[in-house]
C-alpha cells in the first residue's frame, strides 16, 4: 500500500490530514494553557508569596484532576464521539484556563488548576481516537507524532508569548484571559468540519477506502474491569505512570529551576524554553517517524515500536546530569535532548494502544493510561515541591528523570514481548 510521502498519494486524498491539523491546533492550545502558570511561577512565587511546597500543591492540583479527568474522559468520548466529546471538553479547559485570573491566593490557583485538568484531561482520548478513525495503523505513528507535536509548539508559544503579555499594561492576569480565549476560537474550526470518515461529505471515496483499509475490527465489549484484566493494558499504563510523571516535572518546574540555578527570571527564561521545546517538536515527529519507517522496511509492530523507544530510552539518560553543570546552555540542551526524546517514546506508546487494542476500545485505554500517567505527576509535582523546599536540590528529581524510559521499556516489554493483541470478548 502507498504512505503519504509517495507520488501516487494525490491520488488518494489527503484530507485525513486537515483533521490531523485539527488535532495539532488543539493539542497546541492544551498545552499553552497548561504551561502559562509554569512560565510566570519565579514572577507569581514572588508576588503571591507561595513557597516551593506549596507550588507543588498547585502543580499538583492540576495533575490529580487530569487522573481523576482521565478515568471518565475515554469512555464519555468512546460514549458520545470525538466530534462531540473534543468540544465539550475543549470548552471548560478554555474557560478554566481564563479562570486563573480571578485567583488570588495558594487556594484559588489550586482551584483553578484543578478545573483546567478536569478539561484538559479530554485531549489525548479524543485524539488518539480521532487518529485510530481517521488512519490506517502504518500511518499513525506518524499523525500521533505530528499532532502530538502541538504540544511542544505550545510549550514553545507560552514563553515567547506570556512574558510579553505579563509585562504589559495586561500583567499576569491578562496572560490568563487571552490564552484561554484561543481555545473558544478553535470550536468555530472543529464544529463544522468534523465528522466521521464515512459521514464526511469532503473525503473521496478513494481516501476512505485507504482509511478503512486495515481488516475489519471484532466487535467487542468494553468495560474497564474487562481491560484491567489484560496486561496490554497494565503496559500501556506502567509506561505512562513512569514517563509521564517526568514530562509533568519539566512543564511545570524547569522555569523555576533556571530561576534557582542560573538566575534567570521572566525577562529572559523565553529563549531556554523555546530551545527545550523547539527540541522536543523535532522529537515528537522524528518517533513517529522512525517506527513508521521502520514498518515501511517490512519491520513488525512490535520490533519497530520498541526500537524507537529504546533509542529515546537511552537519549534521555544524560540529562541525570543537568543540576551538575555550570553552564546554564548545558542543562538547557541537557534538559532538551531528553524532552525530544520523552516525545519520541510517547508518539509510540500512545501509537501501542492501536497496534493491540481495536479502534472501540482506543480511547478507554488511552484514558486508563492517562489517568496512571496524571497521577505519577501528582506524586512528581509533590515530592519535587517537597524535596526543593526540605533540600534546596533538584539533584534526585533528575537522577528519576534520566532513568525512568529504559525502566519504562523494560517493563512493558515484560508485559508484551510481542505485542499481541488482546482477546475482548466479543459483543
Known amino acids: 500500500m502507498t504512505s503519504p510521502a509517495t507520488s501516487s498519494n494525490a491520488k488518494i486524498g489527503n484530507y485525513r490530514w486537515v483533521i490531523c491539523a485539527l488535532l495539532f491546533f488543539a493539542t497546541t492550545i492544551n498545552y499553552v494553557d497548561r504551561a502559562v502558570l509554569g512560565v510566570l511561577a519565579p514572577t507569581l512565587r514572588t508576588e503571591i508569596g507561595w513557597t516551593d511546597q506549596q507550588y507543588g500543591y498547585i502543580s499538583a492540583a492540576f495533575t490529580l484532576a487530569y487522573a481523576i479527568g482521565f478515568l471518565f474522559a475515554g469512555w464519555l468520548i468512546d460514549k458520545v464521539g470525538t466530534r462531540l ?24 490557583f489550586a482551584a483553578a488548576r484543578f478545573a483546567l485538568g478536569i478539561g484538559e484531561s479530554g485531549n489525548f482520548p479524543a485524539a488518539i481516537k480521532t487518529v485510530a478513525e481517521w488512519f490506517p495503523k502504518r500511518e499513525r ?16 508559544l507560552a514563553p515567547a508569548l506570556v512574558p510579553a503579555i505579563a509585562l504589559s499594561w495586561l500583567g499576569w492576569q491578562g496572560a490568563f484571559v487571552i490564552t484561554g480565549v484561543v481555545g473558544l476560537l478553535w470550536l468555530a474550526w472543529w464544529w463544522p468540519v468534523y465528522r466521521r470518515p464515512r459521514d464526511h461529505p469532503k473525503l473521496s471515496a478513494t ?17 474497564w474491569s474487562r481491560l484491567l484484566g ?35 527570571d521572566i525577562k529572559s527564561i523565553g529563549l531556554p524554553m523555546i530551545t527545550v521545546y523547539l527540541l522536543a517538536d523535532v522529537g515528537s515527529v522524528a518517533g513517529g517517524w522512525l517506527s513508521s519507517s521502520l514498518l515501511g522496511r517490512g519491520w513488525s509492530a512490535n520490533a519497530a515500536r520498541k526500537t524507537a523507544m529504546l533509542a529515546c530510552a537511552i ?14 546552555w548545558v542543562a538547557v540542551l541537557l534538559v532538551g535532548l531528553a524532552t525530544a526524546a520523552h516525545q519520541g517514546f510517547s508518539a509510540n506508546l500512545f501509537t501501542l ?17 492517562g489517568f496512571f500517567g496524571a497521577m505519577g505527576g501528582f506524586c512528581m509535582n509533590l515530592g519535587a515541591g517537597w524535596l526543593k ?11 528519576l528523570a534520566g532513568f ?24
Do not use: C
Not at 484556563?97 to 495558594?106: D, I, K, P, Q, R
Open 389 to 399: 523546599q526540605h533540600t534546596g536540590s533538584y539533584v534526585l528529581m533528575f537522577i
Open 85 to 108: 466529546g473534543y468540544s465539550l471538553y475543549l470548552a471548560v479547559w478554555s474557560v478554566a484556563a481564563a479562570a486563573h485570573a480571578l485567583a488570588g491566593s495558594v487556594w484559588g
Open 404 to 427: 525512568a524510559y529504559l525502566t519504562a521499556l523494560l517493563v512493558i516489554h515484560l508485559l508484551v514481548p510481542k505485542l499481541a493483541p488482546a482477546e475482548l470478548d466479543a459483543a
Open 141 to 156: 505513528a506518524l499523525a500521533t507524532g505530528i499532532f502530538n507535536a502541538g504540544s511542544n509548539v505550545g510549550a514553545i
Open 315 to 328: 537519549a534521555v539518560v544524560p540529562v541525570a546530569l543537568a543540576p551538575t553543570v555550570a553552564d546554564k
Open 230 to 264: 489484560h496486561r496490554q493494558t497494565w503496559a500501556f499504563a506502567m509506561g505512562k505512570l513512569l514517563t509521564d510523571s517526568v514530562w509533568w516535572f519539566y512543564l511545570f518546574w524547569f522555569p523555576l529551576f533556571m530561576n534557582d540555578t542560573f538566575k534567570v
Open 353 to 369: 494502544t492501536s497496534d493491540m487494542f481495536p479502534r472501540k476500545a482506543v480511547g478507554s485505554v488511552v484514558g486508563i493510561g
Open 207 to 223: 481516501e476512505l477506502a485507504h482509511i478503512e483499509s486495515d481488516p475489519a475490527d471484532t466487535p467487542v465489549k468494553i468495560s
